[in-house]
């Protein structure tokens, strides 16, 4: 909920920010004349973990919100805030103390628990950009170079429908889920449509990023070792969204 809270507030702000008088997209000539475009949309894709996380996390995807303002120089400011989901996880010792010698975990009730294991994050970043129009594409559309930086989290998640698992409930479960926290960076290329006629608005590029995460967890209650206590972390992806174009109200015109 708080997270929430936040990215809205970043969302109003970012289209206060872009101008008041605001109304949803409008008949504009981006063929002829570069525009001034506060926006939000939604963003998606994929990444696969680089150097050392690669070997605790497997691929995983993307889904969240952004926040922009496209400048009349062709310019760009974001706001982005984005969590990741369905990394296989890989780490040696993971619940080894509440494990049978026949592999499984036993829930509550004396079952045989079942557990879905995944990597789990996100982020929440600005950036700046500039588009770069080609001889294709109308003034307001083209290749997109962009750098930002912000925080970045990421843990490991048990998820159990069934019988309760009090080790892993509550404040316990910090012994187990590797919680990380740090500072990114990333640089992203690709390319931004705004089309003439406003019905494509969108954009799609490769990303790559490094962050510098430390450890939140000083011990892991199932090896007794304690966390690294600063890593790098880096990531190779993909990233697509689509984009909702609030402009300044045009001026009305009046004949005589």
């Known amino acids: ?30 063929d002829e004349s570069v525009v001034r475009s506060p926006h939000i949309g939604l963003v998606f894709g994929g990444a696969a973990p680089q150097g050392d996380w690669a070997t605790r996390y497997g691929f995983y995807g993307n889904v969240g919100m952004t926040a922009g303002l496209k400048t009349e120089s062709n310019g760009y400011l974001y706001l982005k805030a984005t969590s990741w989901s369905g990394a296989d996880v890989n780490e040696p010792g993971l619940l080894a103390d509440l494990t049978t010698e026949q592999g499984h975990i036993i829930d509550n009730e004396g079952d045989v628990a079942q557990i879905t294991v995944s990597g789990r994050g996100g982020q929440f970043g600005l950036g700046v950009g500039k588009i770069f129009p080609t001889a294709q ?63 494509l608005n969108a954009f799609a590029g490769v990303t790559a990023g490094v962050a510098k995460t430390w450890a939140l967890r000083s011990v892991n209650f199932d090896t007794l070792e304690p966390n690294a206590p600063e890593v790098w972390d880096g990531w190779l992806g993909l990233e697509a969204g689509w984009v909702f174009h609030i402009y300044k109200r045009a001026a009305k015109e009046y004949w005589y």
């Open 137 to 199: 594409s109308n003034r307001n559309s083209g290749w997109m170079v962009k750098v930002g930086a912000g925080s970045l989290h990421h843990n490991v998640h048990f998820d159990y429908t069934e019988n309760r698992i009090s080790p892993l409930e509550g404040d316990r479960v910090k012994g187990y889920d590797r919680m990380r926290w740090g500072a990114y960076g990333e640089a992203w290329l690709g390319y931004w449509i705004m089309s003439t006629d406003q019905r």
């Open 1 to 30: 909920m708080k997270r929430a809270t936040a990215v809205g507030c970043a969302l109003v702000g970012m289209l206060w920010f872009g101008g008041s008088d605001l109304t949803a997209q409008t008949d504009r000539q981006l």
